[in-house]
């Protein structure tokens, strides 16, 4: 699936180092072919979460059916 720039994706599923779970909203920062993407997560009060680089497998597009949620994080490491 291909992403571009500053778009909203999910992620697919855990990523604990990051402090990170299925269902996060990202944004894309950077997208590097030929299926590779970075993405930008942050919390609801614009603290970065985490920055990372993802295959594009690890997170899709934002549905019409998907609702917006929030949970409290740790601070990555």
């Keep these: 699936m ?10 697919t599923h855990d ?3 990051h402090g990170l779970k299925a269902g996060d909203l990202g944004a894309v920062v ?3 072919e ?6 930008e997560f942050v919390t609801a009060g614009g603290r970065t979460q985490a920055v990372i680089t ?7 597009k934002v549905g019409p059916q998907d609702m917006v ?6 601070p990555a490491a």
């Design 54 to 60: 993802l295959a594009a497998a690890d997170v899709r």
């Design 30 to 32: 950077e997208v590097y």
């Design 2 to 11: 291909k992403f571009a720039a500053l778009e909203t994706v999910v992620l």
């Design 15 to 17: 990523f604990p180092a």
């Design 34 to 39: 030929p299926d590779g993407v970075e993405v």
């Design 69 to 74: 949620a929030v949970r409290p994080v740790q």
